[in-house]
């Protein structure tokens, strides 16, 4: 997520402290034998350099509602595709490697 972060511009996951309003969460997903694995997570800077991660749903399901202007990283191994909901269509932003 850092590298998408530095490569795609407007793409930030990480939260101040205490946040006014929505906050970014991002849906990490992975294939499973049992179906899609989604874990959504938020990213909250506490102090200086010091971060903390909250899992907020970790579920496994072919069927997870992404929401509209969310963004999705969908792991494989070694690569990832960032993608984003953008007008109730899931589309690829980037790959890495």
Do not use: C, W
């Not at 997520?1 to 970014?24: E, L, Q, R």
């Not at 800077?45 to 907020?56: H, L, S």
């Not at 960032?82 to 690829?92: A, F, I, P, S, T």
């Amino acid at each position: 997520m850092i590298n998408y972060s530095f490569k795609i511009k407007n793409f930030s996951f990480v939260n101040p402290t205490n946040p006014p309003g929505h906050n970014v969460r991002v849906v990490l997903q992975n294939d499973t034998n049992d179906g899609l694995l989604n874990v959504g997570i938020g990213f909250y800077q506490k102090t200086g350099n010091k971060y903390e991660v909250t899992v907020f749903i970790a579920m496994v399901t072919d069927s997870f509602r992404i929401s509209d202007g969310q963004y999705v990283v969908l792991m494989d191994g070694d690569t990832s595709v960032l993608r984003k909901m953008d007008n109730k269509r899931l589309v690829d932003v980037d790959t890495h490697p």
